[in-house]
DNA sequence: TCCTGTCTTAGACTTATTCTAAATTACATG
DNA sequence: CATGTAATTTAGAATAAGTCTAAGACAGGA
């Protein structure tokens, strides 16, 4: 954890471990405010704008994106590499779905674009089991 | 226009025919503040309250979707047949992409998901022309 | 030790959106 | 028409996400 803050240029401060233990390596898509309460439950005295300010850190050293998904707040997503999102209508939840999972086809129709990246966004209902 | 708003049981009121006149049958997607800006043009006494209720209207009633495509703030389209949109990440403007001009593949290999509904968001620089 | 640059902090600020309570308008009925 | 009731609109307060500011804490080098 402290050497991969080091490897992407980052100086390791206990605040900036303490907000990579809890979004890195996880599969979860966290806004930055259900961040700073799981920070605050091990470090109550890291500040808001720390936690912002860590999280915009670690998208610009690309060790996070930030995504869009949410109505009203942005989420950040530890798997970096190109992949696809399910959104769970009814929780919420925002799921991974691997970029090999699906094939969009068709963007050499596109010409008046010049697609840099995609993502494929599905909402329903995950099934139970 | 009129007819429009009561065809979706919607009573016509001069506020929301005005609203209805700056979204509907445009291919803009304007966020609810970009909408009051161009409604207080003609009608400068219709109220912040009023644009958001009736753009939240129109949602439920079926004449928009709202889209979560923006860092901040939601916008409202009115094209509400299923399609895809292009982000120009210079501009931030949102150009729709027509449904038959990608194919998505691979759904079916989705066996833990019930996918209702998707789309395709592409990000990159739109072509000059 | 002192200097300087980096980090962190609390709280103010901004912006998008919703809520509230009161006023207006529309509608139906006698 | 008169009047009661429901729907609509309004200004402004409230809420929530996110950024900014100014001051203090901390770290490394001379
Ligand atoms: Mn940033
Ligand atoms: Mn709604
Ligand atoms: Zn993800
Ligand atoms: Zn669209």
Redesign the pocket.
Known sequence: MLATLRQHG??P????LAVAKVVLGRDRHP???EVWAKVRRR?P?????????????FVDKGLLT?QVLR?????FDAEVRPHHHFIDERTGRIYDVPWDALQVQGQESLNHYDVRELQVVLRGRRRKE
């Open positions: 980052i100086q401060t206990p605040q900036r806004s930055a405010e470090c005295t890291v500040s808001r704008a720390t936690v912002y300010n860590t999280l915009n850190l930030m109505e009203g707040t942005a989420v």
